[in-house]
């Protein structure tokens, strides 16, 4: 998690918390070392931001801080509310549990009858829910390609021939069945499609290609008057 990134959980963590939180919890939470919840706290606090605590007791917010109010009419919460159950179908453990801090934070700072929203269980995404990839990380794939880094995979084809690939990761496309991670392919030399199901084996290159990404997906883009984005993909038979 980027550093900025960081200090905004922070602060929302202690924002709606009712009694001191332990660096300890925070780190937990974020998944960072407590020596990092330190120095992120101190670097909060010369920021003027009113944390209050210390090692061994716990942080908390002092009264009177917030954030910008988030305004939202009706229709633009149920469209949130609706975009959120969307992603419990996808198979990407990391975002379903974002989506679940999202209606937290939403829920602690709109008003008590746009709240009620969130809770009324109205609005349903239904249908057949992607089971999260053996051999794939998707929270993985999606930070490669923030980062334009490079990932190395081990792959089976429709065919079940298994090839080693070493691709440059631009996109990802959620269906009900799987995902589809587009790239471009070194092996290849052309841009291609892999499922995430069909992926044995993932891991990060110590290779990227930053700056390029934008050029690529543009190329991706270019290419759907003569070769359309990939169709929701058949059923696995692994």
């Known amino acids: 998690m980027r550093k900025a990134s ?37 670097a909060l606090q010369g920021m003027r931001v009113p944390i209050e ?48 801090r999202v209606n937290q934070k939403i829920a602690g700072a709109i008003p008590a009858p746009l709240r009620q929203t969130l809770h009324s ?20 794939v999606r930070r490669a390609i923030r980062d334009e880094q490079k990932l190395m995979l081990d792959y089976r084809d429709e065919a079940g021939r298994a090839t080693q690939r070493t691709i440059q990761p631009l996109a990802l496309i959620y269906y009900s069945a799987t995902a589809v991670v587009v790239a471009w392919c070194d092996l290849r030399q052309a841009m291609r499609n892999f499922r995430a199901d069909r992926v044995e084996n ?15 997906r543009d190329l991706w883009i270019s290419g759907w008057r003569t070769s359309p984005p990939p169709g929701p993909p058949p059923s696995s038979t692994r």
């Open 121 to 140: 269980k109205a609005l349903h995404a239904w249908g057949t829910i992607a089971p999260s990839p053996l051999g794939l990380d998707l929270a993985l």
């Open 202 to 216: 993932c891991g990060l290159s110590a290779d990227y290609f930053r700056g390029e990404g934008d050029g690529l």
């Open 6 to 42: 960081r200090l905004f959980e922070i602060i929302q963590i202690l924002r709606l918390a009712t009694r001191p939180v332990t660096a300890a919890t925070i780190a937990g939470t974020l998944e960072v070392t407590v020596r990092s919840i330190y120095r992120d706290i101190a």
């Open 53 to 100: 605590g210390g090692r061994g007791i716990g942080y908390i917010m002092r009264p009177g801080f917030d954030l910008p109010p988030l305004m939202f009419s009706i229709e633009e919460t149920e469209a949130i509310v609706l975009s959120l159950a969307l992603l419990e179908r996808t198979g990407d453990d990391e975002l379903k549990e974002a989506a679940r």
